[in-house]
């Protein structure tokens, strides 16, 4: 296990890697596996903070975004209101 001062890096007995960041477990996908993640969450374009970012709309709610160049290009792109509206969805559906 690697640690800085606030985070952890933990691999599990199947490989698979997280990170924990002030009490949040997240998993760390490689490419392959990102390119099957359900969407991918982008900045505000007006929040945009590099020139090469590439610049499009939320598949949720058409507001423009941004996302950099390498981000999975399968996933659809939302916002970060349309993708906390998509976890909470899901929340609601587990419970
Ligand atoms: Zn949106």
């Known amino acids: 296990m690697s640690a800085t001062r606030d985070r952890d890096i933990q691999i599990d007995d199947r490989g698979n890697a997280y990170v924990l960041h002030k009490g949040t ?26 020139s090469d970012n590439i610049l499009t709309v939320c598949a949720g709610c058409g507001v423009d975004i941004c996302h950099r160049p ?15 509206a998509r976890i909470l969805e899901r929340q609601e559906v587990r419970s």
């Open 70 to 84: 390498y981000a999975p290009e399968t996933p659809p792109k939302v916002c970060l209101r349309c993708a906390v």
């Open 25 to 50: 477990k997240v998993f760390i996908a490689d490419d392959g596996e990102s390119e099957a993640a359900d969407g991918v969450i982008c900045a505000l374009a007006s929040d945009s903070a590099f």
